[in-house]
């Protein structure tokens, strides 16, 4: 019993100690980090407490803030908006699944196949990245123009009818789910081109010798040595596509007949339009609960793929 007690005693201080002569070997370590982490709580961490407190209050440019508590929970959700914006920016993710996350699969896989061409390629599926989001955005609104736009134009020279893309409720969600799978794909498709490189040449020199085609190819070796990556980049497109903001606000303003109000151009109606903070921080938080969730959902995917 002694021996036990003096051997605790013992512990303690020594691993003090340790923690001790790490904290001083990191101190340098620490002071570079600190600017980086002072700014990041100050941009970060701090709007996001400042916006869970603001939920929880009416909060305007001229009176103090009063606690309301649920109240701006209430009145947001009592909104006809609401369930509108909500299924806008379902029916957004869904289009961007169908369209947006196979394009990029589909467009690494044929460049990783080419013999010629394959930097040329690269680089013209990837320069859409580098064009900032307004300049797409505004150069899109050209193409969709129902006058002399691009798209119309082509169409008439087929003698093919002309198409209201961004007039009507019917067309003006699927064009704007094509203008972002134009702007986003080349990024993933470059991931998709690293995984893909990672793939060992063996496996497919080996299904060559047994006569596999393409397809067996691709369906038995390709698809599931990817796999791990292809998980992750549907969680971070599903969280991506459901904070949807620019392409609605500059193409159609939520429009036509909030046709493509989203979540966030709700959110941002609350907050510049009628000057309800409250509410709008309210709405926020209540994206930022469904976003979490999918954050949760992306870490249990990685801490599972690295298991395997």
Known sequence: MRERVTSTVFVQPRRQSRWRRALAHNIPAYLFLLPALLLFATFAW???ARGFVISFQRVDLIN????VGLANFRLVVSDPLFSRAWGNTIQFTLLALL????APVILAIAV???RHGRSYFRLAFYLPVILPPMVVVILWKWFYDPGPGLINTLLRALHLPPQPWLQSPDTAMLSLVILSTWANAGGTM???LAALQGIPAHLYDAAEIDGANLWQRLRHITLPQIRGVMLILLVLQIIGTMQVFTEPFVMTDGGPVNATLTVLMLLYRY???YGN????AALGLLLFVVLVAFSLLYLWLTRRLNRE
Not at 277 to 280: D, E, R, S, W
């Open 271 to 273: 907050a510049f339009k």
């Open 112 to 114: 990783n196949e080419m």
């Open 99 to 102: 369209l947006g996350y196979l």
């Open 277 to 280: 903070f409250g509410a709008a």
């Open 46 to 48: 701090y709007p996001i």
């Open 64 to 67: 103090p803030p009063v606690w």
């Open 190 to 192: 470059l991931l998709y």
